[in-house]
């Protein structure tokens, strides 16, 4: 029961492109505005068919098309079986009876028999008139994409419609950036979701039992007034709790500090039934000694090995301790980079270091690798002097090694066919000029 890979196109930063995905653990790691919000935003849409966060516009995917998509087509004569469409498809890995029940088919980009969910935002041919009125009216040339044309559709590879409440993986996402506006009912309803539909329906009963008692009650027998319990919305009174440390007592979380509260989330997730658990950027707004309880939370993930955990970080300490070999170095437009291939013992080297940037190091092109940290001040007046200006402005990035570790740093620059420069001393033996030849 896994997400094995996502296709995307047209989707905000990817054009086309494909991101497989490992059972248990995978981080998705990669500069700014790379991608890899977007990937989880993918995921949760065609899933849990949610909307664009775009409260005024939430089920007009438009927001989410590819700019250059859009540019290319405005740039054209206007034809409606031209329109730039966003698809996504979730290939998944179910049990026997779920996947030849209702996923398994054909119904996909690769005509395979395979198992998964598809999302499609395309033109609607109803409305072809309309369009081919509008484009008279504008002269043969648009300045923006119709969206109110379009329509989104959700189909399994069995070609069957699909809704989010029969998602396979009761997957949810825990984005930690938001902790202002509703996002407390949003996550609570998230909860609900994500249990089976016997436990959803068990909750939703003894809720209407308890609230006819309260109608049928003596204190409202000549009131005129009651409880019409059809009307009652269980997830409308529904708050997501956390135990309070040391007490036996329950807190909100809406009560709780930022910090607190993501960390909550976190653990709450996994006492649900979800099989895949998104999570977006776990260490905001965490100390390190939170950031460290974070940390053995996510790892239960793996503990029973039939959840699933996909998260995006730009911790270095998340990044070292859920296992550098968990990976995934997103790019736009360029096929996600796994490090499943990497020297075990180099893997091992950066899982021990959290006083590392792995994301610097993964995004730097030029690399100056020195021994200590008395190198590491000189070396950037060094290079501005020699090239008349400092290392950041250059794209050379500096690191101390805190030793002569420098085998590791290159091969893993080498991994990424990244420039590395080593400097180091002799220390009066000539073997240690002659290994680090060989390491570069």
Do not use: C
Not at 128 to 133: D, G, P, T, V
Not at 182 to 208: C, E, G, V, W
């Amino acid at each position: 029961m896994m997400l094995k890979k996502i296709k995307l196109w047209n989707f905000k930063k990817f054009t086309e492109s494909i991101i497989n995905f490992n059972n248990g653990t995978n981080m998705l790691l990669g500069a700014n505005d790379s991608g890899k919000s977007s990937v989880l935003k993918a995921i949760d849409i065609v899933l849990n068919q949610s909307g664009t966060d775009d409260w005024k516009n939430r089920s007009a995917y438009g927001t989410l098309l590819n700019n250059s998509s859009a540019q290319t087509f405005l740039q054209n004569e206007p034809i409606a079986s031209q329109l730039p469409i966003i698809k996504i498809e979730a290939w998944i890995e179910l049990d026997e009876y779920i996947q030849n029940a209702n996923f398994d088919g054909a119904n996909n980009s690769e005509n395979l028999q395979a198992t998964g969910i598809k999302f499609e935002y395309a033109f609607d041919d109803e409305f072809s008139l309309e369009f081919q009125n509008m484009v008279h009216e504008s002269g043969g040339e648009l300045a923006f994409i119709p969206f109110e044309f379009y329509k989104a559709t959700w189909y399994t590879f069995s070609g069957k419609s699909y809704s989010f409440r029969s998602n396979p993986l009761k997957s949810i996402l825990i984005d930690n950036d938001r902790t202002a506006g509703d996002s407390f009912s949003s996550y609570a309803a998230k909860l609900l979701d994500s249990l089976s539909n016997t436990r959803k329906n068990i909750i939703n009963i003894q809720f209407k039992n308890s609230l006819s008692t309260i109608s049928d009650h003596e204190s409202l027998s000549d009131t005129g007034l009651g409880v019409d319990v059809n009307r009652i919305r269980p997830i409308d009174f529904l708050e997501a709790y956390a135990e309070e440390q040391n007490s036996q007592s329950k807190l909100p979380l809406r009560d709780m500090g930022s910090g607190t509260e993501n960390y909550i989330k976190t653990e709450l997730a996994l006492k649900t039934e979800s099989k895949l658990v998104l999570v977006e950027e776990p260490e905001n707004h965490l100390d390190l000694l939170t950031t460290r309880k974070q940390i053995e939370a996510l790892k239960k993930i793996n503990e029973t090995g039939d959840r699933q955990l996909i998260i995006t970080t730009h911790s270095p300490v998340i990044a070292s301790r859920l296992n550098f070999n968990n990976v995934l170095w997103i790019q736009e437009n360029t096929p996600a980079m796994s490090f499943q291939s990497l020297d075990r013992d180099t893997v091992n080297y950066f899982n021990r270091l959290d006083n590392v940037d792995v994301l610097q190091l993964l995004m730097s092109r030029k690399i100056v690798l020195v021994e200590g940290p008395t190198e590491y001040v000189l070396m950037n007046n060094m290079i501005k002097k020699v090239l008349g200006d400092n290392g950041d402005s250059l794209g050379i990035h500096i690191f101390s090694m805190g030793g002569d570790h420098f085998k590791r740093y290159v091969e893993l620059s080498s991994y990424l066919n990244n420039k590395v420069v080593i400097f180091t001393d002799n220390d009066q033996k000539s073997s240690r000029i002659e290994k680090a030849n060989e390491a570069s």
